[in-house]
């Protein structure tokens, strides 16, 4: 019988964009999908060694997963995605990792980010114990890991648990979260408005107003320290971020 490698790069059987792959983290051990801190922690090692057009998106189960076996999805964009070009704001730091809330998006979405000298592995011991809570609360959850020439960016959507009966049409999962919409039929394409593709997002947040101090409730507790002094400040990526 051929042993499994423990990692394995798949070839999508249903891409919607070219160069379209799934990232099998722990492939040997046949793991339900289930984000582990390992890996969180392979598929950011994954990340920066690859070109900064590729993103890496995770679906939980309820959020978009279509097969339940651990994994990511791996797909190339020579644009910065919509979510990468909005404003976000400075929440906290952890070390030399930073926390900042995206101002504006439909769905609430905090980036966690590894500046240029910082281990991108270190995101997964700071971020994963907001996952942990997510898992341990039943939230469905996507995540998009993004790098631009000199950081590396984690994007994390929590939400509510969500069934998709109908995969004829639209749904919100993690490409949508990032504004960047999947939309199998053609009538449907030319109907679909940027206010309702926003209604859709915010229908599915796990949160309405309170979420940023549920975030910060665990993430204080887990070291990051918050500056509650002093307002964040405000940052929007450069349009060649994506470039390389």
Excluded at 28 to 50: C, G, W
Excluded at 83 to 110: K, N, S, T, Y
Excluded at 197 to 210: D, I, L, R, T
Aim: charged fraction near 20%; include cysteine; glycine fraction near 6%.
């Amino acid at each position: 019988e051929r042993e499994l490698p423990a990692h394995g790069v798949l070839v999508n059987v249903a891409p919607f964009c070219a160069f379209h792959f799934v990232l099998a983290t722990d492939l040997a051990q046949l793991l339900p999908q289930v984000l582990t801190e390992r890996s969180l922690r392979v598929a950011l090692s994954f990340i920066r060694h690859f070109s900064s057009f590729l993103r890496l998106t995770f679906n939980s189960l309820g959020a978009g997963a279509s097969v339940n076996h651990l994994h990511w999805q791996g797909m190339y964009f020579r644009q910065p995605l919509p979510i990468e070009r909005q404003p976000r704001r400075r929440q906290a730091m952890r070390g030399c990792l930073l926390l900042e809330a995206v101002d504006g998006w439909p769905l609430g979405a905090w980036a966690f980010a590894a500046p240029q000298g910082c281990e991108p592995e270190r995101l997964a011991a700071a971020v994963f114990p907001l996952i942990q809570k997510l898992l341990d609360w039943n939230l469905a959850h996507n995540l998009c890991l993004a790098r631009s020439s000199d950081t590396v960016r984690l994007f994390l959507f929590a939400r509510r648990l969500t069934n998709f009966p109908d995969t004829t049409r639209a749904q919100v999962a993690s490409t949508e979260a990032l504004g960047y919409w999947i939309v199998p039929r053609e009538g449907e394409y030319e109907e679909l408005t940027e206010v309702e593709a926003a209604a859709k997002m915010a229908s599915v947040a796990a949160w309405g107003a309170n979420g940023s101090s549920i975030v910060q409730e665990v993430l204080a507790a887990a070291g990051w320290e918050f500056d509650l002094q002093r307002p964040g400040e405000l940052g929007e990526a450069a349009p060649d971020a994506c470039a390389g």
